[in-house]
């Protein structure tokens, strides 16, 4: 599965940021998908998922809640991150990833991974 993730860029404290991870070649409907992030220094770690069945399935990290929202086309074979008032520690790489399971994403160990796009948020 290849998985192809755009939006990242450079914005302020407070902007609002959409990412989207794009599976020309898949049918997106047969995967679970999320995002992680990894910062400078830091470990990968999980941001939000989103199962098959599409917004009734959806979790994020405590850090995310209210203002990082998951969702997908599975007609458009892509997801996307919503992201709102974004703070400097929300700098980093983001990854697009995608499972059969939503748990192997929440656990950290899906199948397939996007090459990342970079989200900097100055203070």
């Known amino acids: 599965v290849q998985l192809v993730e755009s939006g990242g860029q450079l914005v302020q404290t407070g902007d609002s940021l959409i990412l989207s991870c794009a599976a020309p070649e898949e049918r997106l409907s047969d995967y679970a998908l999320g995002w992680f992030r990894q910062a400078p220094a830091k470990e990968r770690e999980f941001v939000a998922s989103?199962?098959?069945?599409?917004?009734?399935?959806?979790n994020y990290t405590d850090s995310a809640k209210d203002r990082f929202f998951i969702s997908r086309d599975n007609a458009k074979r892509a997801v996307y991150l919503q992201m709102n008032n974004l703070k400097p520690e929300d700098t980093a790489l983001y990854y697009c990833?995608?499972?059969?399971?939503?748990?192997?994403?929440?656990?950290?160990?899906?199948?397939?991974w996007g090459q990342g796009t970079q989200v900097t948020v100055s203070s």
């Open positions: 990833a995608a499972d059969f399971t939503t748990a192997a994403i929440m656990t950290g160990r899906p199948e397939y």
């Open positions: 989103i199962g098959r069945s599409g917004a009734t399935d959806t």
